[in-house]
């Protein structure tokens, strides 16, 4: 019987198991030093924040595993040999493999800074990191202040989590303006005055130059590249996240900055392959990145190499970009492609409409000569996906798309609406005068 040995229980690793067992009774083996057990990496925040108890994050029973004979082992690899097809585990003892999936993910970036390893200074990506962070921050009292470096998703999330304990909260963001070089400048702009709302000493433009420690070799204060120095007891690093491949770099398997696999996520080395936050492609698809540390791709590419270990060999193609977030209380969607100022393309153009009193606002992005639809941001209106890709998939102009708009409200008998305002703008802005309509819903989801 073939055996699949997988590296890593992440949404990458967990639906390429899933899905290989569906298709076939191969037998399956998953190694994780992280967990026993597969758990939902995002939920992490809400543990911490008491909304949930660890063991809900775990989206399967722990039966779920033996009743569908995926063996699960609690190890950390340290080689592989992929001449004689086995893995060496640091806990000893050696694991052979017919077909060897990488799936072991990402962690956290770490710049050099002195005193970077020092106690209390960590990321939020692993268990282990909210068992750490549930030690060094437990209370305003244990920890006087925190200070987070990286102005990313997962620096929002940690700084959420913090002020939820009522802990003061630093942020250094060396950008001018909160993820510019994602979120055009209007968006950034109502995301950094959503922050110093929440009472979150943002400094911008402001780069971790050391962290300090005390006598027991723990973090008390960080200094900065503008000469002031915070007093802290802990220093959260989120300053983004890279592949998770130390273990492979004298495997022989082709590294970049993440594992290299082409279009069907495979390496160069046969029966050898790789997907999620580790899988870097030789050439980027379309304008995605060609490393993605994205949830929904993870399970997309384990979805993918599955079909093609099962005998229906299957290219990985992950369709329109889209992508969800949140901002403390803001909800974020984004369906296309809007790109910041910094990397917009040379025929994009944006509309962007923010609400006069509320935290709520859309950016359009759209071809200026064909005008296009490319895309959209989303900040505080819950927008329907299946619609926009629809769009997306059939080339929509962007008059069309500001026309139906209401069509991909998401549910606009609980939601406020905006279509009116928002078409209103726009027409001022670009000389139309469009007159909002909305098809039958049952009409749209046939087609969807």
Known sequence: MEHIVIIGNGIAGVSAARHIRKNSDKKITIVSTETEYFFSRTALMYVYMGHMKF??????????????????????????????????????????YDKLIIATGSKPNKFGWPGQDLKGVQGLYHRQDLEKLEANAPNNKVCKRAVIVGGGLIGIELAEMLVTR??????????????????????????????????????????????ISDENGRAKAVTTDKGDTIE???????????????????????????????????????????????????????????????????RMMGETLAQTLCGNRRSYNPGHWFNSAKFLDIEYQTYGWVFSERGMKDYEQHFH????????????????????????????????????????????????????????????????????????????????????????????????
């Open 55 to 96: 063991e809900h994050t775990q989206p399967y029973e722990n039966w779920f595993w033996k009743k569908n004979s995926i063996d699960l082992v609690k190890g950390f690899v340290t080689t592989v040999d992929h001449k004689n097809k086995k893995l060496t585990l640091r806990e000893g003892g050696e694991l052979g």
């Open 353 to 448: 409409w923010r609400h006069a009193t509320e935290k709520i606002c859309i950016t359009v992005s759209f071809d200026k000569n064909t005008k296009k639809f490319l895309g959209i941001n989303t900040f505080g209106i819950r927008m329907r996906h299946a619609i926009f890709d629809r769009w997306l998939t059939e080339e929509r102009g962007v008059d069309h798309v500001m026309e139906y708009l209401k069509d991909a409200n998401f549910d606009p008998e609980f939601y406020a609406v905006y279509e009116q305002e928002i078409l209103a703008q726009y027409n001022a802005e670009f000389g139309t005068s469009i007159v909002p309509k909305k098809k039958s819903w049952k009409r749209i989801f046939e087609r969807v």
């Open 166 to 211: 009522n802990i003061p909260v630093t942020f250094l963001v060396r950008e001018t303006s909160f993820w510019n070089g994602v979120l055009p400048k209007g968006e950034s702009a109502l995301i950094n005055e959503h922050i110093l709302e929440h009472h979150i000493d943002l400094r911008l433009a402001t780069n971790l130059v050391e962290i």
């Open 232 to 298: 802290c007891n802990v220093v959260g690093l989120t300053a983004g996240v890279s592949p998770n491949i130390d273990f492979l770099k004298d495997s022989g398997i082709e590294l970049g900055r993440g594992v290299k696999v082409n279009r069907f996520l495979e390496t160069n080395i046969p029966d050898v392959y790789a997907i999620g936050d580790c899988a870097e492609q030789h050439e980027a698809i379309g304008n995605r990145r060609p490393i993605e540390a994205v949830w929904y791709t993870g």
